[in-house]
């Protein structure tokens, strides 16, 4: 467990540095056509952590992991991520993330481990889990850091060439 809290705080500053090197105009420029910016891959991550910040709470007054989905895609477009400040989404995405690895730090062993025969995480987690699986809170939760890390990498691909963390880059 301590491992996965060291690589959650590790991930978070890494990307808050590398963000940096990223300007305010490049933030908004798509990936490739028809695909989401920077500006709009942190803000999916950040619909990210505000449901699954309710989830990690709700989780702990119930023997179920059973949570409502979101429409990712529509929540992008109708909070116009486009529009707000890189720098700012910056802040509101490492701030929340700092506050939920706090909630993972304090959430109760018991809590976390206990085995939860019902649940709809075949439905709504990033990595692959059978329905009939019976499943952990802790798992949904190193859950969330892997789909947080896909996305990072995308946001990583915006990064100027000389800061490029590509292994060609590396090795040069
Ligand atoms: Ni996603």
């Given at each position: 467990?301590?491992?996965?809290?060291?690589?959650?705080?590790?991930?978070?500053?890494?990307?808050?540095?590398?963000?940096e090197?990223i300007?305010?105009?490049q933030?908004?420029?798509?990936?490739?056509?028809?695909?989401?910016?920077?500006?709009?891959?942190?803000?999916h991550?950040?619909?990210?952590?505000a449901?699954?910040?309710?989830?990690f709470?709700?989780?702990?007054?119930?023997?179920?992991?059973?949570?409502?989905?979101y429409?990712?895609?529509?929540?992008?477009?109708?909070?116009r991520?486009q529009?707000?400040?890189?720098?700012?989404?910056?802040?509101?995405?490492?701030?929340?993330?700092?506050?939920?690895l706090?909630?993972?730090?304090?959430?109760?062993?018991?809590?976390?481990t206990k085995?939860?025969?019902?649940?709809?995480?075949?439905q709504?987690?990033?990595?692959?889990?059978?329905?009939?699986?019976?499943v952990?809170?802790?798992?949904?939760?190193?859950?969330?850091?892997?789909?947080m890390k896909?996305?990072?990498g995308?946001?990583?691909?915006?990064?100027?060439?000389?800061?490029?963390v590509?292994?060609?880059?590396?090795?040069g």
């Amino acid at each position: 467990m301590q491992e996965f809290l060291d690589d959650f705080r590790a991930t978070i500053s890494l990307a808050a540095e590398r963000f940096e090197l990223i300007s305010e105009v490049q933030s908004q420029f798509p990936r490739a056509e028809g695909k989401w910016s920077p500006r709009e891959i942190l803000g999916h991550l950040i619909d990210s952590a505000a449901n699954n910040h309710q989830r990690f709470v709700r989780a702990q007054f119930t023997d179920e992991l059973v949570f409502a989905g979101y429409e990712q895609a529509e929540w992008v477009d109708v909070q116009r991520y486009q529009d707000e400040p890189w720098s700012d989404l910056v802040q509101l995405w490492r701030l929340y993330n700092g506050h939920i690895l706090h909630l993972i730090e304090v959430t109760p062993a018991e809590q976390r481990t206990k085995q939860r025969a019902k649940h709809n995480l075949h439905q709504i987690a990033s990595d692959l889990l059978s329905e009939d699986e019976p499943v952990t809170l802790e798992w949904f939760m190193r859950d969330y850091l892997d789909h947080m890390k896909k996305h990072l990498g995308q946001i990583y691909e915006s990064l100027p060439a000389s800061q490029s963390v590509s292994p060609a880059a590396a090795v040069g």
